[in-house]
């Protein structure tokens, strides 16, 4: 049997899918389950398994090609064991699969928001792959209507001024389907939301101790290595819980406190950035989380990050401290109502008790929406994840080490 | 290469067939001894005999049926509808038997139904008519209608050898008007495969038949004013080359579907439809329809003229479309 293979829907405002590379070429045998097809959307780069056993029989999209969701990328002849040919070339087995109706929505919406003015279905497609604005394209259409050749007149113009110099000095690197991504909602949330960043400065000396203490046991017994982040992200979780706003989303119809805590951990990769999500980071322990952050930190550099694992965070956090940055004032990952940013951890001069003491310190910035969150309310907000850092282990943080590893209730 | 006319490529196929195997035979009215009424067949009744080239009554349904009857133990016939319009009385024999063997109960069906159709020849509402819009809702059949010699006569040899039933329908316009070249060897046009026959890249006419030569005559005119024509010519209407189709359309982006039979309920509403289904994302402009008016074929010539679509129809419609 003949068998379709379709541009999965990778998230729910998912329109469209490139395909990065073919794992199995035409007339190979492919066994069910195995690695087809790699491919990026805008959401996630994965691959895509064989839904079947059998022959990969055509490929209709190559490698670099763009294609709509639910469009069919391949045919693979199913083996069954007792195909005859008759039935190879006359029977197609249907795809359930179809594309969402919320696109339908989308599409609408955006006709609506572009006023009187209409465009053809081609205009509308190059506009959406160049990034054109057609409020600015001249028309010379029937009626002032924008037609192909104005607008790949404009594209061919704007081009030209963009690179006056010519090839030999300058290189235009095409945007892959991340680049556009990121671009697009970091402008959008600069836009939409009044960004306001506030630092503190956090003595992680007493989590340096506790990590230096700690880290061999853990790695033995657990087999998780232990960084500063799992402490963050739990001290982050319970101000969070604390200070609910903070995890909320703008909506014209009122704020929208979310009652689940998902943190998105940013990940940066060679040609981009993506945010796993650990979800209901409220209810996990150290050691969960360290193995939480630590996994889904591999799946993103492996490029096998599922849908679910990129949606749904609530907050983020993002440790440019890594690579050195002391302070930044990050970006908010739209539609969150903040994120946080962690500084390099370096030993400081402070002064403790009018004496100059050496000190593991950090510093944390924060960077909030001030539509919706006020300084004082991220300040205490900040100042509770300062408080729980600092104190690690005078409360209930405190884990008890056993001989079988960690134990104790978080 | 010898150059003929479109009715000579038609004869000789059958001709060539004939020779070729001896379970090609014909049916038909007067196509025997009288060689038919456009002498598709003359000769071949002197050469082949009685037994291979039989008259019949004047009973379409009945040879018809003959002709499934005769497919089914092995043989190849090809019959002849005088004019196309009577196929009206082969209608059942057709769609219920001809076109449902095989679904039903595997038996195929080789039979060719040779259809003279269309107008512009002056011959009124019952001998000018191009039925093949009411087949196309037919599973279980192919359709065919060459525009010129070579493909009347690859054609007419591929739907000859093909095991499913073949409506070929050739037109009466173009039998003794359109010469062309056409090899000496055999060859045969596949069945299911459209051709661009001018290429162009502002809009693409989707044309079949007769109406391949009123594209060429508008394209030449467009030529003059600066707008590149390119005409895809269908040849083959069941199975549709949506590939061939779809190729040209995302190339120009824009389309006129032009055909003899009148506008409502053609082959160009389903092409459209196609069209606007599958890559509505390469239109740059709407789809345009050009058929005959939405009456019987008046006799009166003046008025048969009125009733066809012409070259100036596809000009200002062109015109239209390129500047929306």
Known sequence: ?410 | MKEITYLDAIHDALDEEMAHNKDVFLMGEDIGNYGGAFKATEGLYEKYGRWRVIDTPLSESGFTGAAIGASLMGMRPVIEMQFADFISCAFDQIVTVAAKNHYRWGGRTPIVVRTPFGGNVHGGAFHSQCPEGWFLNVPGLKIVAPSNPYDAKGLLKASIRDDDPVLYFEHKFLYRRIKGEVPDEDYTVPIGKSKVIREGNDLTVITYSAMVHIALEAAEILEGEGISTEILDLRTLMPLDKEGIYASVKKTNKVIILYETPKTGGIGGEIAALISEDIFDYLDGPIIRIGSKDTPVPYSPHMEEFYLPKADDVVTAAKKLVAY
């Open chain 1, 1 to 410: 049997m003949s068998l379709k293979v379709i541009m999965p829907q990778m998230g729910e405002s998912v329109a469209e899918g490139t395909i990065l590379k073919w794992l199995v070429q035409e007339g190979e045998r492919v066994a069910k389950d195995q690695s087809l097809v790699e491919i990026s959307t805008d959401k996630i780069d994965t691959e895509v398994p064989s839904p079947v056993t059998g022959i990969l029989q055509k490929i209709l999209h190559s490698a670099d090609e763009t294609v709509p969701v639910g469009t069919v990328i391949a045919e693979i002849n199913e083996l069954t064991g007792e195909v005859t040919e008759e039935v190879a070339v006359e029977v197609k087995t249907p795809v359930t699969q179809s594309a969402r109706p919320a696109q339908v929505t989308a599409r609408i919406v955006e006709e609506e928001g572009e006023g009187e003015k209409r465009y053809s279905p081609l205009v509308r497609k190059l506009a959406r792959e160049y990034g054109v604005n057609l409020q600015v394209v001249k028309g010379t259409g029937a009626g002032g209507r924008i037609t192909k050749q104005d607008l790949s007149g404009y594209i061919e113009g704007v081009q030209k001024l963009k690179i006056p110099s010519g090839p030999e000095v300058e290189e235009v690197i095409p945007l892959t389907p991340i680049r556009r991504i990121i671009a697009e909602r970091m402008v959008q949330s600069i836009k939409a939301a009044p960004h306001v960043t506030t630092t503190f400065e956090v003595d992680m000396t007493v989590i340096a101790k506790y990590r230096e203490m700690n880290k061999d046991t853990m790695q033995k017994s657990q087999g998780v290595h232990l960084t500063y982040l799992p402490f963050i992200i739990m001290a982050t979780a319970s101000a969070l819980r604390e200070n609910p706003v903070l995890n909320s989303s703008w909506s014209d119809s009122g704020i929208i406190i979310k009652k689940y805590i998902n943190i998105g951990i940013a990940v940066s990769l060679e040609d981009g950035l993506i945010v796993p999500v650990i979800r209901k980071a409220d209810s996990m322990n150290l050691i969960e989380l360290a193995r939480e952050s630590q996994l889904l930190a591999q799946k993103a550099r492996d490029k096998r990050l599922k849908p679910e694992d990129v949606h749904d965070s609530t907050f983020t956090i993002t440790n440019y401290g890594i690579a050195g940055s002391l302070f930044g004032t990050p970006i908010i990952m739209p539609p969150h109502a903040a994120i946080l940013g962690i500084g390099a951890i370096n030993k400081r001069p402070v002064i403790i008790n009018d004496a100059i003491a050496i000190r593991q310190m950090a510093y944390l910035s924060l960077s909030f929406d001030h539509r919706i969150i006020d300084g004082a309310q991220a300040d205490r907000f900040l100042s509770k994840i300062k408080n729980t850092l600092e104190e690690w282990g005078s409360k209930s943080e405190k884990v008890p080490v056993t001989e079988s590893g960690f134990g104790g209730v978080w």
